[in-house]
């Protein structure tokens, strides 16, 4: 079956330090693969995403590459502020799971100044 | 207009309570989602509809009654819930189907 798999929280880091938050997956077929994240007190926003492999996404900062060959798809920020600290979700979805979401448990991330 | 809008922003119910939740969208999507998230938890898919008709019920009870008024506006009517249904109410909106989905704000619901 289709899963997600995400490195376990909170993740605690210094303003300005490097991130990455690990995403592994399992799925037939060809996924597309998202990542989204959650402000405190807030709904979901789409992060980033990518469709195929070796596509990059990136917005605000993050970027994060689909790798088939490892099946992940792994979130990165060079240089992490206090406005980060969120919770984020790495998700994917196939034509077999009917387009439905396939979400990971989340990661909460939490910046100190 | 690219946001889903919801309202209430917060709700407190009693169990024998009778309330709906709204969700909007002008961005000319055809289908429609509702979730729920309980604290730290990924959402769960509730409700899918697709052009104003069902498209998927994931087996939730029938004290949730999602309606779709048409294609801009999408609503779960609420019946004796329990305190265990209290959790964020997440909707969201895509072109279609396949499409990637934007979420609306939520709607926390308290039920006593």
């Known amino acids: 079956g289709n899963s997600v798999t995400q490195m376990e929280g909170p993740v605690t880091l210094s303003e300005e330090a490097f991130l990455t938050i690990n995403c592994t997956y399992t799925a037939t077929g060809y996924p597309s693969l998202f990542w ?3 402000y405190p007190g807030e709904g979901l926003q789409l992060l980033l995403k990518a469709t195929k492999a070796d596509d ?11 790798r088939k060959e490892t099946t992940s798809f792994h979130l990165e ?31 909460k991330l939490i910046i100190k100044p | 207009d690219t946001e ?10 009693g169990m024998t309570n009778k309330k709906s939740l709204k969700c909007e969208q002008h961005m000319g999507h055809r289908a429609m989602y509702w979730y729920k998230q309980k604290a730290k938890k990924p959402p769960e898919l509730m409700f899918v509809y697709s052009y104003e008709k069902l498209s998927i019920n994931e087996s939730v009870p029938s004290r949730f009654s999602p309606e779709c008024p048409n294609s801009s506006l ?25 499409d990637e989905q ?3 704000p939520g709607t926390r619901l308290t039920v006593l």
């Not at chain 1, 990059?56 to 689909?66: L, M, P, V, W």
Request: aromatic share 12%; with cysteine; net charge positive.
């Open chain 1, 36 to 38: 989204y994240v959650q």
């Open chain 1, 77 to 107: 920020k060079g240089s992490v502020q206090v406005s980060d600290s969120a919770v984020y979700f790495c998700a994917l979805r196939t034509m077999d799971s009917n387009y439905q979401l396939i979400w990971g448990a989340g990661t």
């Open chain 2, 74 to 98: 999408l609503n779960l009517h609420l019946h004796a819930l329990q305190p265990e249904d209290s959790a964020l109410y997440l909707c969201a909106s895509s072109n279609r189907l396949r």
């Open chain 2, 102 to 104: 934007f979420f609306g």
């Open chain 1, 56 to 66: 990059k996404g990136s917005n605000k900062g993050f970027e994060a590459t689909y």
């Open chain 2, 4 to 13: 889903v809008t919801q309202t209430p922003k917060h709700l407190v119910m």
